[in-house]
């Protein structure tokens, strides 16, 4: 196995400087329902059997983030989880 070869995307995470408006902006305008929340963030469910999910303690900047400061996380379906690991550590 060379690549990853992911099946789909089934969850995918973003760290958000306001949590409260993403939460109603998601919920109320894209339509995604609410599948759990707390206090420092929500978990959406996006349909298809994919999360999306937000926390609270991100930071916005005026400019351009580096990748290290990038804000998004996201998680694959694969086959076999070990082989995409080694794909990916290589």
Not at 36 to 63: K, P, Q, T
Request: proline residues 3%; hydrophobic residues 45%; charged residues 20%.
């Amino acid at each position: 196995m060379s690549t990853l070869d992911p099946k789909g995307v089934v969850w995918v995470g973003l760290y958000a400087s306001n949590l409260a408006l993403l939460i109603d902006f998601y919920e109320n305008k894209v339509g995604f329902r609410v599948f759990e929340r707390d206090h420092d963030y929500c978990i959406f469910d996006a349909g298809a059997g994919s999360l999306f999910e937000i926390w609270g303690d991100g930071f916005g900047l005026a400019n351009h983030k580096t990748p290290r400061e990038q804000s998004v996380i996201v998680g694959f379906l694969v086959e076999q989880l070990d082989p995409a690991v080694s794909v990916l550590k290589a």
